[in-house]
């Protein structure tokens, strides 16, 4: 290459150039993306408010329904929203406190700047919330003393009801036993069968305490003791006498059969020639009770307390008597054939003359035999 052509490349090669700035041309919109709208699209900040206040709305709604409804709780969150609500607001002003201002610093010591809403707020939050506490614990005082005012006031109302029905069953039967001759009716008679069936109905409606006086007044009576063909006038068969205070009740030769009296008070009660056969007294208490002469016959006894009882010349053949307490019971000529006895504590009872089982049969019972008379006279060590 010549010189002259040398120098002529070296010309036209570092001729400038045009440089386009396309950070321009990018920037500039065309015509096509001009015309397009716009979408809006809410901030995190705005849709957070938006959530906020739809919240806000439906707490208030609900504690509003709430009130409306009764319910004097709802108060509680209304008032939380109700607050919340105002220190959200106060965040937008600075007089409040509530956000970060920049107050203005005095040189002097004895001047101290206005205070916000919120430095007031702090000094009143401890009596406020005392206040609170100790209106929140009267009213709760208050509607508790109301509840067991209510309570107690609807007890005493069932309590006058179940009396006035006790009393106007008692006046119906002195009105059959002496205007309808009831005593003296026969079996099949239609005196009887309304005596039997408004006596089965008090006394399933009627609680353990008035249960007692309906039963002595039918044992006072002789309502319930076998009379003709072996049989009562009125029949307790599988009445629930369940829980009920019988203590020291006088049902002698009563007709108890296949009653319910589980876990029943009749301590001290007189059941001497009382048919109880099949009668459930598991769990009751008979301390010091008089079954002598008594048909129990295939009743439960299972964990029967029956301290001192008196069973001479029952019938107790294969009753249970599971775990049964006899402690010192009297037994003396009882039947005892059959009967179940394990676990049973018969420590000092006397068996003497006891039939249906022998002392060797009772010896292979896992039972307490300290100090028991045995059925042929022999005291157990």
Known sequence: MRHGECSEFIDNSWSPVTVVDMSEERATPTAKQQNKPRRWRPTKR??????????????????????RMGHRLGYVPLVIVVLLTLIRLGYRYEWTGFRET??????????????????????????????????????????SERARLVEEAARQEELRAQNTAVQDYLDQMTTLMLEDDLRSSDVDSEVRTIAQARTSAVLRAVEPENQRTLLQFLSDARLIQRVDENLPIISLDRVGLSDSDLRDIALSGADLRFANLRSANLSGANLSN?????????????????????????????????????????FLSYANLSDAYLLNANLSGADLSGANL???????????????????????QPVILRGVRMPDGEIHP
């Open 102 to 143: 920049s107050r203005p610093k005095y040189e002097k010591r004895d001047i101290q700047p206005r205070k916000t809403l919120w430095d007031w707020m702090q000094l009143l939050f401890v009596p406020v919330m005392l206040a609170i506490l100790a209106g929140g614990l009267t009213w709760w005082q208050t509607s």
């Open 274 to 314: 009382a048919n109880l056969s099949g009668a459930n007294l598991s769990g009751a208490y008979l301390l010091n009770a008089n079954l002598s002469g008594a048909d129990l016959s295939g009743a439960n006894l299972s964990g029967a307390d029956l301290l001192n009882a008196n069973l001479s010349e029952a």
């Open 342 to 364: 394990s676990g049973a504590i018969l420590s000092e009872a006397d068996l003497s003359g006891a039939k249906g089982v022998t002392k060797e049969q009772l010896e292979e």
């Open 46 to 67: 705005q849709a957070l408010w938006a959530g906020g206040l739809a919240l806000l709305a439906a707490m208030s709604i609900a504690c509003v329904v709430a009130i």
